[in-house]
């Protein structure tokens, strides 16, 4: 008889979006044609930029003539995108082999696969508040999961603290917190993973929203990076690719654990298990990474970030802590009053028709706190905005 992998049984069902939707469904049913001010979605609002149109436009035609055709794709990426990226990389100072790259169908993909480089007895750190893919794919793979609380006392951003284990996951900027690692901050977590022998897998995924400075893109900005980590990077909110789907994965050839380099396993495994991202799409992708689409991506970018603005002014005013919001999409409130995150969403709710996504949903320790995002239409969040101060009086 075929045996299951019996590790699904200890994942916990995630009802956090199915209760959001819930919710706001019976609001709505008991208060018809109420408007209703979405600041939960984690999806994007603005379209793909013109650059990508015209260079997925041309790929298509590419594929209607026997001389432009293409065919199967190299599996781990076609050269003009994976050169572009290093290109883009050597901007900021980061010197990658256009090999080192690996083109992906996006960053959600890979926090699965990558997991099969590994072997079932690792520890796996996990800073919470985190993204839940994180815990979720090391149950699947049977992993020892040590689940590290951040707080409002460390900013959301903890630092090592001696507890160790062989897979560490970063995220920086943050999902959910929106709290982002300054340059000497993440240089510990490289520091302490090169020396207990960890893999950090950094997780890039909002890298394009950073402003301050002193707060890197890449982890590999930072000296021994490149023998201690994986970068995971998507186009997802970088260039609104969230329904196109592409990304890129850093596996560099300076990563050896265990006698061995990664880099040749994740080609083998690469090459073992995909036969890549579309002709298309890649087309489309390195379109980002030319001047007019590094324009033109920034001017969508800008929009989130003046919502961004705009909801943190509306907070500061309300006296409300938070963190994030600058070099990231998201905000991470604590509730006011004291009220745990459910009965916040209600009062949201209930008293100014805004949806946003608690707290809990991210972690026992986001209890208490509240995520914001800045990735709606602009009017709806300027409406937000001025809900939240006319609507929801903080009684202390
Ligand atoms: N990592 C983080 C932290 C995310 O927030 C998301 C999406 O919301 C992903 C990865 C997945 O991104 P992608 O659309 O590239 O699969």
């Avoid at 938070?322 to 009220?339: Q, T, V």
């Avoid at 986001?366 to 602009?378: M, T, Y």
Wanted: charged letters at 20%; one cysteine or more; glycine letters at 10%.
């Amino acid at each position: 008889m075929v045996q299951l992998n019996h590790n699904y049984q200890n994942l916990r069902d995630s009802y956090l979006f199915y209760n959001i939707s819930q919710r706001t469904a019976a609001y709505q049913a008991a208060h018809p044609g109420q408007p209703i001010y979405r600041l939960g979605i984690g999806d994007v609002s603005q379209p793909l930029c013109p650059a990508v149109i015209e260079a997925l436009h041309r790929a298509v035609d590419d594929q209607a003539h026997k001389a432009s055709f293409r065919g199967y794709q190299p599996e781990c990426g076609t050269a003009f995108l994976r050169e572009a990226i290093a290109r883009h990389y050597g901007s900021r100072g980061v010197s990658l082999q256009a090999d080192e790259i690996f083109i992906t169908s996006g960053a959600g993909d890979e926090l699965g696969n990558l997991l099969g480089l590994f072997g079932p007895d690792n520890r796996v750190m996990v800073l919470e508040p985190a993204y839940p893919a994180y815990v979720d794919t090391n149950i699947m793979a049977g992993h020892p999961i040590l689940r590290r609380s951040a707080g409002q006392e460390n900013g959301f951003l903890p630092l090592p603290d001696g507890q160790t284990a062989e897979l560490i996951y970063l995220c920086s900027p943050n999902n959910p917190t929106g709290a982002a690692y300054t340059r000497a901050q993440l240089q510990q977590w490289v520091d302490f993973a090169n020396e207990i022998g960890a893999v950090i897998l950094f997780d890039a995924a909002y890298e394009a929203f950073i402003q301050d400075a002193d707060v890197p893109h890449s982890i590999y900005e930072l000296p021994g990076a490149q023998e201690c980590a994986i970068e995971i990077c998507s186009l997802s909110k970088t260039a609104g690719f969230t329904g196109t789907r592409c990304g890129y994965t850093v596996v560099p050839r300076a990563l050896v654990r265990d006698g061995q380099q990664l880099h040749p396993m994740w080609v083998r495994d690469r090459t073992t298990k995909t036969n890549g991202v579309s002709y298309i799409l890649q087309r489309g992708a390195a379109a980002v990474f030319t001047p007019e689409g590094q324009r033109q991506t920034q001017a969508a970018l800008a929009v989130y970030r003046e919502n961004a603005r705009v909801l943190a002014e509306a907070l500061d005013r309300l006296g409300i802590w938070y963190c994030g919001g600058r070099n990231a999409p998201y905000l991470w409130l604590r509730c006011p009053d004291g009220l745990d995150s459910w009965a916040f969403f209600d009062r949201l709710l209930e008293r100014a028709q805004i949806v946003g996504v608690p707290g809990a949903g991210f972690g026992a320790c986001g209890e208490g706190f509240f995520r914001f995002s800045a990735f709606g239409d602009p009017a709806e969040t300027r409406e937000a905005a001025a809900r939240l101060e006319s609507k929801l009086t903080v009684e202390s």
